[in-house]
């Protein structure tokens, strides 16, 4: 994800992630920017997350960022704000692994009632009458994201596969704001048991909210070796997988079954699928027979 969003040289950026854990993707973006020309900034429910990675950034010569370190519910309290107009600050990086599905039924009604229209713009998720725990609450970190992210900014998302080719919902609201104001980058969907926890296929939503141009679909859900990790299978890519992903979608090169370079309106047409899938041409090819071949 940070080999996908840095590329060249950045200063002074500030980097975000509003559900953290313990930092292992704000690291190696700070890594792959340079730790004395970027500041990072978090919110996690988990005490114990944050306390983690505030020792993660002491590891990591980042120890300038942990007054930015918020232990915080970022859905109901956004904690970082703009320092003129009271508004939630907008940020240059953001890179995010949210929970998929979460009971919010408590303060789901409150989300409705504080002013969030313009940062929910795609709709908040209804409580359902039974499996309360099944709620997308990543529905409204991608929203949270695309509200917090800088004119000239960029971010990579973890989502579930089935958010990139939903027929209608939120899920489809997500996608058709985001091409109508011109700011995806690319979608790179994984291999299945990508994380051992969970069976979940996920995908990589990156933004950019400068790209006006084209956009990289890569499906690699073809990659990887399967191995056993505890009682669970988890896929695991090599390096030259990982390059060859990394070097696909920043070069924005179509490759044959692999990856796909399309264009807002070629999205628009496709109902906004993410899917590099659904663009790669079907070739069908003859085998010339005889008339008797043809019988037997």
Known sequence: MA??????????????????????????????????????????????????????????????????????????????????????????????????????SDYRNQLDSKGNQERFFAGIPNVPSKDKDKMAIYLLFIQHVIHTLAPKGRAAIVVPTGFITAQSGIEKGIRQHLVENKMLAGVVSMPSNIFATTGTNVSILFLDAANKETIVLIDASNLGTKVKDGKNQKTLLSTEEEDRIIRTFNAKEAVEDFSVVVSYEEIAAKNHSLSAGQYFDVKVEHVAITPKEFQN
């Not at 969003?5 to 509003?18: E, F, H, I, M, T």
């Not at 950034?57 to 703009?82: F, M, R, W």
């Not at 990086?93 to 929970?99: R, W």
Request: glycine share 8%; hydrophobic share 35%.
């Open 3 to 104: 080999a996908c969003l840095v590329q060249g040289p950045v200063k002074n950026a500030s980097c975000y992630d509003p559900a953290s854990g313990s930092g292992t993707l704000l690291m190696n973006l700070a890594h792959a920017i340079g730790e004395d020309r970027c500041t990072l900034y978090t919110q996690d429910v988990s005490q114990k997350s944050s306390s983690l990675l505030r020792l993660n950034l002491i590891l990591n010569n980042l120890v300038h960022s942990i007054p930015n370190v918020i232990q915080g519910d970022t859905i109901l309290e956004p904690y970082h704000k703009a320092d003129k107009g009271g508004g939630l600050r907008k940020f240059d990086f953001i890179v995010s692994n949210p929970p998929f599905k979460l009971d919010f």
